[in-house]
């Protein structure tokens, strides 16, 4: 099993739908948990950041914890085509300088 | 924010000669430094730990004698892919933690081609 599985997609939505993207994970010691989006060919850019369990909301972003299930989403509410890239989920076990470990990132596809 | 440059942002090469990619921080000190590599449709895959003033540490399979670094100033860190060959065609991706703050922060990603 790997320790992070997060399902590769391609997810088709239409404009302003809501998006809903997980990660599930086997390491407990994880504490940490982000979400990036990357763009292609491009790097990864931070759009969640959450410590331990519990939800935090950042516009139209809603990044949710469940440490009990080793769970975690993103919602984006009113997707935009602009919103079209690849979702990434990573985790640690510390902050900043602990070593992240990735999910396979969901492609997300919004269309006009 | 903090902002990390990687150079250059795509390379192509032919099979056997050595490629140097350059990750700098530019509005902050970095001590530590990550470097990833990613192939299409996949994930991060951590590569080694860059440590200023020290030697990097490399993850489990990783060759440390083909991918060289150099951490040689607390702004700039250098992945050197020694005798590259086909299948090191990738794109590598750096990363830095930035002091109080408790994301990293990632480059723009190069490209390398080899032929």
């Known amino acids: 099993q790997k320790e992070v599985e997060q399902d590769p997609g391609p997810l088709s939505v239409p404009e302003g739908a809501i998006v809903s993207l997980n990660c599930t994970y086997s390491?407990?010691?994880?504490?940490?948990f982000m979400w990036y989006r990357q763009y292609s060919r491009k790097g990864p850019e931070l759009l969640m950041y959450?410590?331990?369990?519990g939800n935090k909301e950042d516009g139209r972003f809603t990044a949710q914890v469940d440490k009990s299930s080793k769970y975690i989403s993103l919602f984006i509410r009113d997707s935009q085509p602009s919103d079209s890239a690849t979702y990434l989920c990573?985790?640690?076990?510390?902050?900043?300088?602990?070593?992240?470990?990735f999910g396979k990132g969901t492609m997300l596809l919004v269309s006009p | 924010g903090a902002v990390v440059s990687q150079h250059p942002s795509r390379v192509i090469c032919k099979s056997g000669t050595s490629v140097k990619i350059e990750c700098r921080s530019l509005?902050?000190?970095?001590?530590?430094m990550f470097w990833y590599r990613q192939f299409p449709k996949q994930s991060l895959m951590l590569m080694a730990t860059?440590?200023?003033?020290?030697?990097?540490?490399?993850e489990q399979g990783v060759e440390k004698d083909k991918f060289l670094i150099n951490h040689a100033s607390l702004t700039l860190s250098t992945l050197t892919v020694t005798s590259a060959h086909p299948e090191d065609s990738s794109f590598y991706i750096c990363?830095?933690?930035?002091?109080?703050?408790?994301?990293?922060?990632f480059g723009p990603g190069t490209r390398l081609t080899v032929l």
């Open positions: 990363s830095a933690p930035k002091a109080g703050a408790n994301e990293q922060f």
């Open positions: 390491n407990s010691a994880f504490q940490y």
């Open positions: 959450t410590y331990s369990s």
């Open positions: 990573a985790m640690s076990a510390s902050s900043g300088y602990s070593t992240l470990t």
């Open positions: 509005d902050f000190q970095a001590t530590t």
């Open positions: 860059s440590n200023e003033g020290s030697k990097a540490t490399y």
